[in-house]
């Protein structure tokens, strides 16, 4: 959402940022500081409650459907968005999204922390409260800086 350039590193190998966040809609939140990842999944995986957030009704290979489409609805814009107000498209179950597109989605998996450092194939989970607390805040710092909706929040149990 909030990009960055490039360049300087072409200059100067130097650390942009301090944390990241990434993840994969309806699947977990990653957050790394570089040493350290943690995939933080929703207490429910299959509980309903998302919003897809949009201008171009489609997932990343197909068109969103008729069923879908009858949920949506237009919200006001996030702050990135220019002013320009979105869709807001209820996320069903049983749609195809990556990564599978069987309609299953991570209900097999659950929160991890990984030294990347350490163990670069992140094969071994590390119970860390100390590490799984500091990145938590840092990933709810970032979700804050990125204008999160507040479901995003309710859904993966977390407080804003």
Do not use: C
Not at 69 to 87: E, Q, S, V, Y
Not at 136 to 158: C, F, I, K, N, Q
């Amino acid at each position: 959402m909030r990009a960055r350039s490039l360049l300087p590193l072409l200059e100067k190998d130097v650390r942009q940022r301090d944390v990241a966040a990434f993840g994969v809609f309806s699947g977990p939140i990653g957050v790394t500081d570089g040493e350290w990842v943690l995939y933080h999944y929703p207490p429910d995986i299959l509980a309903g409650g998302l919003v897809e957030y949009t201008l171009a009704p489609a997932h990343m290979t197909v068109p969103f459907d008729a069923e879908e489409l009858r949920t949506a609805r237009l919200a006001p814009p996030f702050d990135f968005t220019k002013g320009i107000p979105l869709l807001a498209i209820d996320a069903l179950k049983g749609v195809p999204r990556p990564p599978r597109n069987d309609g299953k989605g991570f209900e097999d998996l659950g929160t991890r922390l990984y030294n990347v450092i350490n163990d670069p194939k992140q094969e071994i989970t590390v119970e860390d409260a100390g590490h799984q607390v500091r990145l938590t805040r840092l990933l709810l710092s970032e979700l804050a800086a990125h204008d999160a909706p507040p479901e995003v929040y309710r859904w993966y149990g977390l407080t804003q």
